[in-house]
């Protein structure tokens, strides 16, 4: 059986998300009348079956230290 990589996102891009469509339909939502939004940003994220991460996508952050792991190789094949 195939298992799938873990879904990871960045709990603050669901609240950017959502408050661009309650602006869409007209609504004015503002930050920190109700608290933090974060928290249940990444409480919708987990019910969805989603990791929410500060760093956002896991697979981006793979790419990053894939890509420094090559610049060190090389920066080091250089001395």
Same mark, same amino acid.
């Given at each position: 059986?195939?298992?799938?990589p873990e879904e990871t996102?960045?709990?603050w891009t669901v609240v950017d998300l959502v408050f661009r469509h309650l602006v869409d339909i007209g609504l004015h939502p503002t930050l920190g009348s109700g608290g933090p939004p @974060?928290?249940?940003a990444?409480?919708?994220l987990r019910a969805l079956g989603i990791t929410p991460?500060?760093? @956002?996508d896991?697979?981006?952050?793979?790419?990053?230290e894939s890509k420094l792991a090559e610049l060190r190789?090389?920066?080091m094949e250089d001395r």
């Amino acid at each position: 059986m195939d298992e799938q990589p873990e879904e990871t996102y960045n709990p603050w891009t669901v609240v950017d998300l959502v408050f661009r469509h309650l602006v869409d339909i007209g609504l004015h939502p503002t930050l920190g009348s109700g608290g933090p939004p @974060g928290g249940p940003a990444a409480d919708l994220l987990r019910a969805l079956g989603i990791t929410p991460t500060a760093e @956002g996508d896991v697979r981006v952050q793979h790419e990053k230290e894939s890509k420094l792991a090559e610049l060190r190789a090389a920066m080091m094949e250089d001395r």
